[in-house]
């Protein structure tokens, strides 16, 4: 059975980085996508995991798809962790 966990860690590094690659602040990169100032902070600290709609709005808020904050995402998993294969 596959059992590996996405580290919330590197999802809200990777938010932050792309946050901060853009020149904007928790408080205006909230206020675009419409999520609370505090939610992005624990995203960003890895304390709270966003939701699909939450990083649709991000990824609308920061002029990027959301592939590309996946991608951003990707590059942050180790590759010691196994990848579940598809038949």
């Known amino acids: 059975m596959f059992k590996s966990m996405l580290d919330p860690k590197d999802v ?3 938010i932050a980085d792309l946050r901060k690659k853009k ?3 928790q408080e205006v990169l909230s206020g675009l996508a419409d999520i609370g100032r505090t939610h992005l902070s624990a995203i960003e600290r890895g ?3 966003p939701t699909l709609e939450t990083l649709y709005r991000l990824s609308c808020a920061l ?4 592939s590309e904050i996946m991608t951003e995402i990707e590059k942050r998993i180790p590759d ?3 990848f ?3 038949n």
Do not use: H
């Open 12 to 14: 809200g590094d990777a």
């Open 63 to 66: 002029d990027m798809k959301m």
């Open 47 to 49: 304390e709270r995991k």
């Open 80 to 82: 010691s962790v196994p």
């Open 23 to 25: 020149g904007i602040s």
């Open 84 to 86: 579940k294969k598809r």
